[in-house]
């Protein structure tokens, strides 16, 4: 399956991307279908049914809330965030949905979105929608979201078989020693195989400003994050620090990152704070590979744009490009799914997609960047996904933080080699694929195990 760029930055809305922007999306798909088949003015009620870890976190992650809105024809890329809360108050008032933006059904959110205690095969985060009309079903579909926004059918899921795309890439890859051999046969640095393999669906200008759109739609939600204050929705009675922490640094003056190494630190965790808490609040996002780790690439990115007075828009391309070839190679040999792998899939692949791109705008070699990856992930290993009362918000926020600071270390040790290492990218990603086969279930993103249930303890 090619997979590109913008398949794994995507913008969405907080505070997940399987859990929010996913079935989000699929809601809208399925509203769509009634629309192209005709069914939209016949549909009389619909039901929505949630499984697994959908079922199970649902609530805290906004999933009810996120299935409603694609149901009234949203789509998470371009909804208001701030019109939600209205409109799902309004839905509640009235009882009744205007399905796709168009059709008034009548919507009972106890009897018509249900979260069930069982799970589908195929994936932990499964949902069904059904539709009905007069004289009975009219449509039904089951939807898989399986990390980073992205669904998948159920057709799809049982035959274990990705849809074909027509694209040819020049450069495909499914391994890094596949990536390092195409790298070092043409003389190609990791961010400029993959612009080549881009341009097989898009120009140089449009690849170039819709990676420059990410950047900012970055850029505004760190800005958001910096604004607000108060406390974090959900009950746990999260405050929220980042505006705090940034005034706080701003009296202290501009730190320089080779003299003041802790202070520039501070910044780091400053940039990733904002964005994790702008995410917890239900802002716009963009998944990095996803929500729940979203402020470790724009976090790293900004340190490197914030400290480098030489950087510049194309270092702001290359570095999404060369990250998002080892994210890559996370989703086809593993998973970014905290929901199937735990938070090694979500924390660790961000991690290591960060060291990726920060390595390849400091003129790292192929071989030094699969090492700085290889590091970032290696050292997230084992990384459960226990969120506490089923927010994004403990232990997620300050696990961003912590992971972007470690992704900067990783290339920094990278840079300092020769590239040649123990143990190999390939190795690592295999090992998180194990790993999360391993885990119980409890430990993935069910709040059901880890620090959701010692929290409820005391």
């Not at 760029?5 to 989000?24: A, E």
């Not at 016949?42 to 039901?47: A, I, K, N, S």
């Not at 057709?155 to 849809?163: K, L, M, V």
């Not at 705090?244 to 965790?269: C, D, F, Q, Y």
Request: a negative charge; one cysteine or more; hydrophobic letters at 40%.
């Amino acid at each position: 399956m090619a997979i590109s760029v913008f398949d794994l930055f995507k913008v969405g809305i907080g505070p997940s991307s399987s859990h929010t922007v996913g079935p989000m999306r699929a809601a809208a798909t399925f509203v769509q279908a009634l629309i192209d088949q005709q069914l939209l003015d016949e549909t009389r009620r619909v039901e929505v049914r949630l499984y697994g870890s959908l079922s199970a976190t649902g609530v805290g992650h906004a999933t009810d809330r996120a299935c409603v809105m694609g149901l009234m024809g949203e789509w998470p890329d371009s909804i208001d965030p701030t019109s939600i809360g209205p409109r799902i108050q309004q839905l509640r008032e009235s009882g009744q949905l205007l399905l796709g933006g168009r059709t008034s059904i009548a919507f009972n959110w106890q009897h018509d979105l249900l979260l069930l205690d069982e799970s589908l095969p195929y994936h932990p985060n499964a949902m069904s929608l059904h539709a009905y009309g007069e004289n009975g079903p009219l449509s039904e579909q089951t939807y898989y979201s399986v990390g980073g926004g992205f669904i998948i059918e159920a057709a799809e899921a049982e035959s274990g078989i990705a849809p074909t795309s027509e694209v040819q890439l020049p450069y495909d890859f499914s391994s890094a020693v596949e990536l390092l051999a195409l790298c070092n046969k043409h003389g190609l640095r990791v961010s400029e195989l993959m612009m080549a393999n881009e341009r097989a669906w898009r120009s140089d200008a449009e690849i170039r400003s819709g990676l420059l759109h990410i950047w900012s739609v970055m850029r505004e939600c760190v800005e958001q994050g910096l604004r607000h204050e108060g406390i974090l929705p959900g009950g746990l009675d999260v405050p929220r620090r980042a505006a705090k922490l940034h005034r706080s640094l701003l009296e202290i003056g501009k730190p320089n990152v080779i003299t003041s190494t802790l202070s520039a630190m501070e910044w780091v965790n400053l940039f990733a704070l904002a964005v994790n808490e702008e995410n917890a609040a239900g802002g716009r996002m963009v998944t990095a590979p996803t929500n729940g780790a979203a402020g470790i690439i724009p976090a790293v990115l900004h340190y490197y744009m914030k400290f480098n007075p030489d950087a510049s828009d194309d270092d702001v391309v290359n570095f999404f490009l060369a990250a998002a070839a080892v994210g890559i190679l996370c989703k086809k040999n593993a998973s970014i799914s905290g929901a199937e792998v735990g938070c090694q899939g979500e924390v660790g692949s961000a991690c290591a997609m960060a060291a990726a791109g920060l390595a390849d705008v400091l003129g790292a070699s192929p071989e030094q960047l699969e090492n700085a990856a290889e590091i970032g992930l290696e050292h997230n290993l084992g990384l459960t996904c226990d969120p506490v009362g089923g927010l994004v918000q403990v232990p997620c926020i300050e696990r961003n933080a912590i992971a972007a600071v470690k992704a900067i270390n990783a290339t920094q040790m990278a840079l300092r080699g020769d590239g040649k290492h123990f143990i190999s990218l390939d190795r690592v990603i295999r090992t998180m694929r194990d790993t999360g086969a391993d885990m119980h279930d409890k430990y993935k993103e069910t709040s059901r195990g880890g620090l959701a249930v010692s929290w409820v303890e005391c």
